[in-house]
């Protein structure tokens, strides 16, 4: 499968922004969606995922309440809502997705097959 990630760009502190991930060339509705982020010198850091089903969510605890991870296997596409943005938020955002992960690894950066090429969000003070 192959994932394309956009929506970045800058914004102000407590302004939102959707980040899109698109996916094509395989049966996408069976794959775990995540978002990771990166900032320079930092490892690549879990930010959420959305199960096969939507059902089942996962998030970063510095997000929760502020990002909603959502999918539409229509579409083949999975968006990250970010509300309340905070320069903390300002990273390199990456979409990735998994077959087969087990929800104990829904967070584990390693389980993740596929990735997308990552879109910048900067959230200036």
């Known amino acids: 499968v192959q994932l394309q990630a956009s929506g970045g760009g800058l914004v102000q502190a407590g302004g939102s922004l959707r980040l899109s991930c698109a996916a094509s060339g395989d049966i996408f509705s069976q794959y775990v969606v995540g978002w990771f982020r990166q900032t320079p010198g930092k490892e690549r850091e879990f930010v959420a995922a959305?199960?096969?089903?939507?059902?089942?969510?996962s998030y970063e605890d510095s997000v929760k309440g502020r990002f909603t991870i959502s999918r539409d296997n229509g579409k083949n596409t999975v968006y990250l809502q970010m509300n309340s943005l905070e320069p903390e938020d300002t990273a390199v955002y990456y979409c990735?997705?998994?077959?087969?992960?087990?929800?104990?690894?829904?967070?584990?950066?390693?389980?993740?097959?596929?990735w997308g090429q990552g879109t910048l969000v900067t959230v200036s003070s």
């Open positions: 990735a997705a998994g077959r087969g992960i087990i929800v104990s690894s829904t967070r584990v950066r390693r389980a993740y097959n596929y």
């Open positions: 959305i199960r096969r089903n939507s059902g089942f969510t």
